[in-house]
Every structure is written in structure tokens, then in C-alpha cells.
């Protein structure tokens, strides 16, 4: 299996953790792989038209986004498995994801706000919206903290990451204890401090 892998990409973190909880990582081999959303990967789009990773080639097809690979993962694990089988702890797991995932959207849409588009173009009305989601995300994963290893518990868990590594200077832990206290301990897991964000 080929992973297309950059190492900013909390999508990608997710993937990761999830072949290092299950024993596969060894199984993948990296491709280190640069997206933009303006400027085309030739590459990058023959694998995944949406031009987006992380995607895995497996067997001459490729699977993308991170949710699926993350499923396909555990589905081939034989020994830990981190997708609820089914009841309430799967939908309460795929919808930890979902808020996960979707913070990183949002801190996503205000960085690119930020950084991609001209400064007389900004729209500083898009860049808050899109901030406000993220400390929306972060309250409600306060109020429901992950008490298992599960996707939701991953998802949340890079997604946290993700903010410590692109916005350092927001304050998520003060007003959210339990939740820094839970994301101090889970980012003791050798699968989370070898998938650390950093620039290329």
C-alpha cells in the first residue's frame, strides 16, 4: 500500500495513528506528496481527482478521503480495532469523527482565508465564522470528552493537534480542563507522538 502523506496534514495524522493502533503501519509505504488548493499536483490528481490527501493506492486503486481509509484499516485489522462494530458507541464514534473532521475544516477555511488569498480580497466576516465553528467544535468535545480509543477519540485527538500546531496562540485548554487533561494523556500514545504535525 502507498500512502500519499504530507506531514502538516491532520487528515493525514488520522490515517496514521489508525495503521500505527493497528498494527499495519509497516504495511504502508509513504509517499510524500505536496496539495494546494490553487495550485494543481499533476500527480496528486491522477490518484485522487479531488486533488486532496491523504489517499491510498492500494492494489492499482486508490481510496480517499481519510474516513474511508481509516475504515478500509480497520477493516483489515486482525488484533485492534478502532470503528465500533454497531449501537450507539459506533454512532457516537462516527459523529466524533464528523466534529473532528470538521474542525479541521474550519481552521482549514480561516488559514487559507489568511494566507492564500490576496489581502485587499480577505474576507475577515469568512475567517471569524470559520473560527467560531472551531471553538464550537472544541466546547462539544468538552462536554462529551472520548472515554475509549475509537475514530472519534483519534478524529478529536488530531484535530486538537492540528490547533496546537497552526494556532498556538489560541487558548482552547483554559476553559476546557478535562478536556486538556484528556488530550494531555492521549497524546502520550506512541501512535499519536510519532505522528507529530510539522513543515516539510
Not at 486508490?62 to 481509516?70: A, G, Q
Not at 485587499?120 to 471553538?135: I, M, S
Not at 478529536?156 to 483554559?174: M, T, V
Request: proline share 6%; aromatic share 8%; glycine share 6%.
Amino acid at each position: 500500500m502507498k500512502l500519499l502523506y504530507a506531514p502538516t496534514s491532520a487528515y493525514t495524522r488520522k490515517v496514521m495513528v489508525v495503521a500505527h493502533e493497528t498494527g499495519q503501519v509497516d504495511d504502508i509505504e509513504i509517499v510524500f506528496t505536496t496539495a494546494s488548493p490553487v495550485t494543481p499536483n499533476e500527480d496528486l490528481n491522477r490518484a485522487n481527482p479531488l486533488g486532496k490527501i491523504p489517499a491510498l493506492v492500494v492494489d492499482g486503486e486508490t481510496l480517499f478521503d481519510s474516513r474511508v481509509i481509516c475504515e478500509f484499516l480497520d477493516a483489515r485489522s486482525s488484533g485492534v480495532k478502532v470503528f465500533p462494530a454497531g449501537g450507539k458507541a459506533r454512532w457516537r464514534a462516527l459523529t466524533q469523527q464528523a466534529l473532528g473532521d470538521g474542525l479541521i475544516d474550519a481552521a482549514l477555511g480561516a488559514r487559507y482565508e489568511a494566507l492564500m488569498r490576496p489581502a485587499e480580497r480577505q474576507w475577515q466576516g469568512w475567517r471569524d465564522a470559520q473560527l467560531a465553528k472551531v471553538h464550537r467544535a472544541v466546547a462539544s468535545m468538552a462536554d462529551n470528552v472520548p472515554s475509549n480509543l475509537t475514530i472519534g477519540a483519534i478524529a478529536c485527538g488530531c484535530a486538537l493537534g492540528y490547533l496546537d500546531f497552526r494556532y498556538p496562540e489560541i487558548d482552547w485548554r483554559s476553559p476546557h480542563p478535562l478536556l486538556a487533561d484528556w488530550f494531555a494523556a492521549f497524546s502520550e500514545r506512541p501512535s499519536m507522538k510519532m505522528t507529530v504535525p510539522m513543515d516539510a
